[in-house]
């Protein structure tokens, strides 16, 4: 019996060893990782962006501001984040872009409406105003006419009578 008290003390005094030994925490990356590391919260890319705007056309004076109303979509539906918004002016030779606010693409297809005013020193000519909508490297554009009128130009009848006029000496001078 002293034998089996004293084989049942050293496997008691074994098992007490091993449980009173300090825990190494090792490198929870040094065993083979078979999921990804984002499987749980798996990233999505966005794969197509389309962008619609109306009216088709807008007629505006120098300095007004003009509201438009953008439709976008996306695939897949179920990504979200921003987008930066552009709109590009241009028309014979003129081409200057402008930075709209950028918004948010949740649940599409989402309409968002834009206020943009006009600069005061645009000409009278009709131009195309491009909307450009860009999301994690996808653009995706449209654009309309605008129409530049002449009524909120001080001056401006004022200085095309006087550049006809000078044109017009300049071509008798020639003929004389």
Do not use: C, H
């Amino acid at each position: 019996m002293s034998r089996s008290l004293f084989i049942i003390g050293i496997i008691l005094n074994f098992m007490f060893f091993i449980v009173s030994q300090p825990v190494v925490a090792t490198n929870v990356n040094s065993a083979p990782n078979f999921m990804s590391k984002n499987a749980a919260t798996q990233e999505i890319t966005l794969q197509n962006l389309t962008v619609s705007i109306s009216p088709d056309s807008v007629t505006a004076s120098p300095g007004d501001t003009i509201n438009l109303r953008l439709k976008i979509d996306w695939e897949p539906k179920n990504w979200k984040g921003k987008a930066n918004v552009t709109i590009v002016l241009s028309a014979a030779g003129f081409k200057k872009g402008f930075q709209l606010p950028e918004i948010t693409l949740v649940n599409p297809p989402i309409e968002k409406e834009f206020s943009f005013t006009l600069p005061v020193y645009l000409p009278p000519l009709t131009y195309e105003a491009k909307i450009i909508v860009e999301a994690e490297g996808i653009k995706s554009e449209d654009s309309i006419e605008l129409k530049i009128n002449t009524n909120k130009i001080p001056g401006f009848e004022v200085l095309v009578g006087v550049i006809a006029l000078i044109g017009g000496l300049m071509l008798k001078g020639r003929r004389t």
